[in-house]
């Protein structure tokens, strides 16, 4: 099962909105809305942020949000604050029934 | 509150084999599924195995199979991840989680802080 494809690296300054791709295939990403997002500050442990593609856990702030067209999926955060500079991963359930996550996108704020 | 407890890490010769092991306690862990996944040094998060809420079922990464075993005591609220045969690529932190679901197609709602697994001679 290969990762799921993001971009290495995206950044803007505060305020500004980013978005995170995610690609996977007909396999993954396609076939189910079983798709989530998790951010990881350096050294610690993943946080959940959006489920099933577009849900936002209780705490998350409304400024993150989720999408998905046909084998991609999307990461924005708007308003964007020095807090949200992290590493971010997708991750999809497969018709495999195993998890793929993507190779992570380091978000910077400018 | 939810809180997962990672423990067993260590260093490990090639070939050689570990337990770890996830104390879980704040929910009513034989009615959710939980997974391990790893994190080599600087890279990304690779999911490794899951299993049912009831540890009927286990499934596992291509790249661990018949070297891993993912296992569940429900009665003592603990998670399992037998290591054998173990190869310098499974250098890692090994992170626990919980799925939010009885089956492990469920996303992953919390985790545990993770234990370092270092496979040198």
């Known amino acids: 099962q290969s990762a799921l494809t993001q971009p290495p690296s995206v950044s803007g300054s505060p305020g500004q909105s980013v978005t995170i791709s995610c690609t996977g295939t007909?396999?993954?990403?396609?076939?189910?809305?079983?798709v989530s997002w998790y951010q990881q500050p350096p050294g610690t442990a993943p946080k959940l942020m959006i489920y099933?593609?577009?849900n936002r856990p209780s705490g998350v702030p409304e400024r993150f949000s989720g999408s998905k067209s046909d084998n991609t999926a999307s990461l924005t955060i708007s308003g964007l604050q020095a807090e949200d500079e992290a590493d971010y991963y997708c991750?999809?359930?497969?018709?495999?029934?195993?998890?793929?996550f993507g190779g992570g996108t380091k978000l910077t704020v400018l | 509150e939810v809180q997962l407890l990672n423990s067993g890490g260590g260093l490990v010769q090639p070939g050689g084999s570990l337990r770890l092991s996830c104390a879980a306690s704040?929910?009513?862990?034989?009615?959710?599924?939980m997974i391990w996944v790893r994190q080599a040094p600087g890279k990304g998060l690779e999911w490794v195995s899951g299993?049912?809420?009831?540890?009927?079922?286990?499934y596992y990464a291509d790249s661990v199979k018949d070297r891993f075993t993912i296992s569940r005591d429900n009665s003592k609220n603990t998670l399992y991840l037998q290591l054998n045969s173990l190869r310098a690529e499974d250098t890692a932190v090994y992170y626990c989680?919980?799925?939010?679901?009885?089956?492990?197609?469920?996303?992953?709602?919390?985790w545990g802080q993770g234990t370092p697994v270092t496979v040198s001679s």
């Open positions: 704040g929910f009513t862990f034989s009615s959710y599924a």
């Open positions: 099933e593609v577009s």
């Open positions: 299993v049912s809420g009831s540890g009927d079922s286990a």
């Open positions: 989680a919980k799925n939010s679901g009885s089956h492990h197609k469920y996303y992953f709602d919390y």
């Open positions: 007909s396999s993954d990403v396609g076939s189910y809305n079983r």
């Open positions: 991750s999809s359930y497969t018709t495999s029934s195993t998890w793929v």
